[in-house]
């Protein structure tokens, strides 16, 4: 009897081979190998050890470029969170029609264009001579255009555009999950709208809230083309900092440290959120 | 008043296209590996050499760095290769360091035929291994090169360009062309000044002309970052990237700053009211090389009549001329429009009045160097 | 459409309401009501007066209207015209949270984050009640659902009955002025849902709340509403008590909707004040003691339910002849279908019981009417809506 159910089990891996294969090659294998660089000596010296990482925990900027980064990532997540949720609360009360396939196609629309393109977009919104600060100066708000290209604000601003429809999309989908019956029955109950909000719409959401900051984050720390466009070369995070160490310097080893270190700063951050999503997924199940 | 509007207006309507130019550098920079593979070439080019006689046929892949190379290897070299030689030419947009980093990662595939090399990242990497000597047989145009651009007792390839190192300026700012590097102290220009970062020949060239100006050299630049320290506040933009930080001269956001001569050529070609000038002491000569690498997918014949084709009159003379303004490289080529007004019509004159650093000795601290500036701009 | 309003809705008004004792009902008032979505009308003119303490049903088919009616009692809906009073107030545009008016939805809509504890004291909290008092007032509700140890409980940890009644406690916590239930029982399985429906009856009873529910099962409106609003085509068709909604039907609809009737096509050819005759398709004639008011030779339909007929083996003025078709003994009582001459289908319910023969099909019998009033006759016009 376990034996059948042994064999069945084993089957049902056996499907999934072909894959496993091609993840261990193509991206375990790589992985290991980043990692093991990581470990190697700088010059020519043999064996493996932390040296790298030492160099890496003992230099102040670099504690602070990986601090920006996730500072980073944090901001956008809640920016897009702060500017999605109403939006994807918005759809979810739409009755389907005319009107929400044009809002779920402007939602997705940000994910038709390559990210490059929608980069440059912000070039021109957030130039002296941008949509920005032209109206800003022909309302005689500001006499002198703002400087919002390479500064922190305009990356987050961008980068919060260009990653939104990473957090739209699971809010969607978790308040398509959400009974409407629910806030009736809270309203029924004597709350008003806010009360109900915070305490059956929000809480309900909470999947969607964490897996939509999961993608915005993971996505946010690691991308490369927006915040080098628009932050320019002042600004340094840690995908642009592994490039160039990697292709300017050729130091492959602490290209692979810096690697390694937003690698796992991502993981821990993925980890820390879903387990919160784990203490609220118990009565989402049904 | 009147005439700042108008330049205004016009500053606007090539924002456009060149957004898409910039955008389209940018995306070509990250997809360096859509590398189209070339075709198998054995049976074709015999097939296309018996079919035309002479014609060499086949196919190869070349490098140039994403912009306005990739745009003029692109319209011309490539279509004349192809009228000449029958060979199909694909350009893989991709920077100096790029090249190298692929090669040493693939040296028994790598990912294009024909590379292209500033001096510093030509002479800092490793040649021997990524590397075969140019066939100077196959190569007729080979002869009409400058001597000092056939390579010398180095055996890799021709000087295929020169690009002018100067400063790059918005005329509607100016009354008159900033006169020298010292100019970016000066306090009038202060939130106006874009830089690059030194990842790239143009940095490296800028930040030791500096030093040079202020008492240093090629092997010793610490008092250029020291002026650099001075100057930081008053520094709108540190570009990753000698194109982006052209575009940003061209947006407006800074307005005063080191760059190509033919990336601000272009840029008035196209109505943009810029302006470019020598700095006192001269101007920086880039010379970029071309290069057979090891191993190459296609026939060292197709590779070597490719760059034959950068480095003969005819293509030298079209990529001199507007919109492209590259140096030449070749004697025979003649100089006209702002060569005529910068420096002179003989491409003789050009060269010799640029000046050349030494990479070799720049390359011995370029890391450090590097890695000081990007952390000392960090804001 | 009758309605037996013995209490009149005036002195069920505020000032009454605040001398009744706690717990006892309010006046609910829809007053010509029409509620449209876009072009399409759903309620067309709906009167209902509910009086205070009263459990009324509403009965039809989906589509007819009636959970828009429950919306919009609950302010879920504001209505296109009309008004809702409670006790006499206008509420149509106050919002759902401040007209203290409880639902239980058909998929209870319990909230899954919080066990049943939080479930029940959910309102007693939005109203800002006291620690203290939210503790002894949840503990009163989970004991009257007899739900009393399941306090911690999740939802998804209750059976479906159970989810029923927490819904149900959660909704009385808060004392509201009217509840209203919408398919309360449609999502439990059938030995349940009797237990059910006796246990919330009892309950809303006790406690005296004036109660509005939708259905779309006529035997549970039958049997557990004071009063049945059969709705079709967001028109109410009738609004009375059980008994006389299934013994007097007042329109064609409501006689078919509610319970089993064999429909029987005829012609009016004489009526005077006590009687009428009508000629069926085949020439038979049949006497009733009812007074149509309408001319003679209106086209009819005859509405006769199967327990108001007779079956005899012998003849008798007034007897229609027809002949056994199919016989089906459910226990107390015989089904028999049986054909006129012209073939027209007849139903018909005797009570079965010992010594009572059983009739055999193919068997001549004839059919009576157990009383003269025991049917109801319709004018069938094209224009008729409920046909």
């Known amino acids: 009897m376990q034996a059948k159910a042994l064999l069945k089990a084993g089957r049902g891996w056996a499907l999934v081979f072909p894959l496993t294969l091609f993840l261990m090659i193509f991206y375990l294998a790589p992985i290991v190998l980043m990692v093991i660089t990581s470990l190697s000596q700088a010059g020519e010296t043999e064996g493996l050890s932390w040296s790298q990482y030492a160099e890496f925990f003992g230099d102040g900027f670099n504690l602070k470029v990986l601090w920006d980064t996730v500072w980073l990532g944090t901001q956008t997540t809640i920016v897009c969170l702060l500017l999605g949720y109403p939006l994807a609360l918005l759809h979810s009360r739409t009755r389907p029609g005319n009107w929400r396939s ?14 490059v393109v929608r980069t440059f977009a912000w070039i021109v919104i957030l130039g002296r001579q941008g949509v920005i600060n032209s109206a800003l100066l022909s309302l005689s708000i500001i006499e002198e255009p703002l400087r919002l290209l390479s500064t922190h604000h305009g990356v987050i601003a961008a980068l919060s555009q260009i990653q939104m429809p990473l957090m739209i999309l699971p809010l969607i989908a978790s308040m398509a999950r959400l009974d ?16 109900t909000f915070w305490r059956i719409t929000f809480p309900l959401t909470l999947p969607g809230i964490i897996a939509g900051s999961m993608l915005v984050f993971s996505a946010s720390v690691s991308s490369f083309v927006t915040p080098s466009v628009i932050g320019g070369g002042r600004l340094m995070f840690m995908p642009m900092y592994i490039y160039q160490q990697a292709v300017s310097l050729f130091n492959y080893p602490f290209a692979a440290t810096i690697s390694t270190v937003l690698l796992i700063t991502v993981l821990a951050v993925v980890t820390l959120l879903s387990s919160l999503g784990s203490l609220t997924r118990s009565y989402t199940r049904t | 008043m009147v005439n700042r509007r108008l330049s205004h207006l016009s500053r606007r309507s090539v924002l456009g296209a060149g957004l898409f130019v910039g955008s389209s550098m940018l995306l070509k920079a990250c997809g360096q590996s859509q590398t189209s593979t070339p075709a198998p070439e054995g049976e074709e080019a015999a097939a296309s050499a018996e079919g035309e006689g ?58 294009f035929d024909v590379c292209l090399l500033d001096e510093g990242p030509f002479r800092a990497a490793p040649r021997e291994d990524i590397l075969q000597p140019f066939p100077v047989d196959m190569s007729p145009s080979f002869a009409n090169l400058f001597p000092d651009f056939q ?32 100019e970016f102290w000066n306090p009038e ?17 800028f930040m030791v002309e500096v030093a040079k ?17 001075e100057l930081l ?135 450090e160097w590097i890695e000081r500036f990007n952390r000392e701009v960090a804001v | 459409m009758t309605q037996s309003s013995t209490v009149p809705l005036a002195s069920a008004s505020s000032s009454s309401a605040e001398s009744s004792p706690p717990g006892r009902g309010h006046g609910l008032d829809i007053e010509g009501i029409t509620h449209r979505f876009g072009d399409v009308t759903v309620l067309n003119q709906i009167h209902l007066q509910v009086n205070p303490g009263e459990f009324v049903a509403l009965l039809g088919p989906s589509g007819c209207g009636k959970t828009t009616i429950l919306r919009l009692v609950a302010g879920l809906l504001t209505p296109t015209v009309g008004q809702i009073r409670i006790d006499g107030q206008r509420v149509e545009h106050v919002p759902t949270h401040k007209r203290n008016v409880g639902i239980v939805f058909q998929n209870y809509a319990l909230f899954p984050h919080m066990n049943v504890f939080d479930n029940v004291a959910y309102g007693l909290r939005a109203q800002g009640a006291k620690t203290t008092n939210v503790r002894s007032r949840v503990q009163d509700m989970l004991e009257l659902v007899q739900l009393e140890v399941m306090g911690d409980r999740f939802p998804n940890e209750l059976s479906g009955g159970q989810q029923q009644r927490i819904a149900l406690a959660r909704a009385l916590a808060v004392e509201p002025r009217i509840l209203l239930l919408d398919e309360p029982f449609s999502a439990l399985d059938k030995n349940l849902r009797l237990d059910m429906q006796i246990e919330v009856k009892r309950l809303l009873t006790e406690q005296g709340i004036t109660t509005m529910f939708v259905t779309h099962d006529q035997e549970e409106a039958l049997s557990m509403a004071d009063r049945i609003a059969v709705m079709s085509n967001g028109v109410v068709q009738q609004f009375d008590t059980p008994t006389t909604v299934y013994d007097r039907p007042s329109t064609l609809f409501v006689s078919q909707f509610v319970g089993t009737t064999n429909l029987i096509s005829g012609t009016l050819i004489q009526h005077n004040r006590e009687s009428c005759v009508v000629s069926l398709a085949d020439g038979e004639q049949m006497q009733l003691a009812i007074d149509p008011d309408m001319p003679i030779n209106s086209p009819v339909q005859l509405a006769i339910r199967p327990e108001n007929l007779r079956l005899s083996t012998e003849p008798s003025p007034n007897a229609l002849p027809v002949r056994v078709d199919i016989c089906l003994p459910l226990g107390a009582a015989t089904i028999y279908e049986v054909r006129t001459a012209s073939g027209i289908p007849i139903k018909v319910t005797q009570p079965r019981g010992i010594g009572v023969k059983s009739l055999v099909p193919g068997q001549t019998v004839y059919l009576t009417l157990a009383s003269a009033h025991a049917c109801s006759i319709f004018h069938v016009s094209d224009t008729d809506p409920s046909v």
């Open chain 1, 102 to 115: 044009i809002l779920t196609f402007l939602i997705v629309l940000p994910l038709l264009t390559s990210a």
């Open chain 1, 180 to 195: 409407p019956n629910l806030e009736a029955a809270s309203a029924s109950l004597g709350s008003p709208a806010w009360r």
């Open chain 2, 54 to 111: 002479g014609a060499i046929g086949g196919s190869v892949s070349a490098v140039a760095y994403p912009g306005i190379w990739e745009e003029a290897h692109r319209e011309v070299v490539a279509s004349q290769v192809k009228t000449n030689q029958d060979i199909d030419a694909t350009i893989v947009p991709m920077l100096a360091n790029d090249q190298v980093a692929q090669l040493i990662a693939a040296p028994d595939n790598p990912p």
């Open chain 2, 151 to 182: 390579g010398g007792e180095e055996v890799w390839g021709p000087t295929v360009a020169v690009t002018a190192i100067g400063i790059g300026y918005n005329a509607d700012r100016y009354e008159s062309a900033p006169a020298a590097w010292e």
């Open chain 2, 189 to 205: 220009n202060a939130g106006r000044i874009g830089l690059v970062t030194m990842n790239s020949s143009l940095g490296t060239a």
């Open chain 2, 213 to 229: 100006r202020f008492g240093g050299s090629e092997a010793d630049i610490e008092v250029a970052f020291e002026r650099i320290q």
């Open chain 2, 233 to 367: 506040p008053n520094v709108a933009a540190v570009a990753p990237s000698p194109g982006a930080l052209a575009t940003l001269l061209q947006q407006g956001e800074v307005d005063i700053a080191p760059v190509y001569m033919n990336a601000v050529l272009s840029l008035q070609d196209a109505g943009l009211n810029m302006g470019w000038a020598i700095p006192e002491g001269g101007s920086v000569g880039i010379r970029a090389t071309m290069s057979i690498v090891k191993n190459p997918q296609a026939s060292v014949e197709a590779a070597a009549a490719y760059i034959d084709t950068v480095i003969s009159a005819e293509a030298q003379n079209v990529l001199a001329a507007s919109p492209y303004f590259f140096g030449p490289t070749n004697s025979e080529v003649q100089l006209s429009g702002p060569f005529e007004e910068l420096f002179s019509t003989d491409p003789q004159d050009f060269i010799s009045q640029l000046i050349y650093l030494d990479w070799d000795t720049i390359n011995l601290n370029r890391p």
